[in-house]
């Protein structure tokens, strides 16, 4: 299963209401370390689809959500369980980093 394209509008219901962890993706289209990224984090969506559901929030598209959860800098992932932020990295610290974070929740 792909990483899902979240928005302003979908976030509540997809994220804050989900059964399963989330870890979201904020990401611009022209972050060179968010196109490094990408790939990865579709990688493990597949290789999680079961334990952990994986989403993107474009931050040039999706304002509210980032500025709600104070992203600063790009790519920044969070974790989410049971609606609420639980685990947060800034950067892109390869798929190992990105693995070692969404351990956390599982």
Not at 6 to 31: G, I, Q
Not at 66 to 81: C, D, Q, R
Not at 82 to 92: K, T, Y
């Amino acid at each position: 299963m792909p990483a899902i394209i979240l928005t302003d509008e979908d976030f509540e219901e997809k994220v804050l209401k989900s059964s399963l962890p989330v870890l979201v993706d904020f990401y611009a289209d022209w972050c060179g370390p968010c196109q490094q990224a990408a790939p990865v984090i579709e990688e493990l969506a597949e290789e999680y689809k079961d334990k952990i559901l994986i989403g993107k929030v474009n931050v040039d598209k999706n304002h509210n959500t980032s500025a709600k959860y104070g992203i600063m800098s790009i790519p920044t992932m969070v974790v989410f369980k049971n609606g609420e932020e639980v685990e947060r990295a800034s950067g892109f610290g390869g798929k190992e980093g990105v693995v070692k974070l969404i351990s956390k929740v599982l």
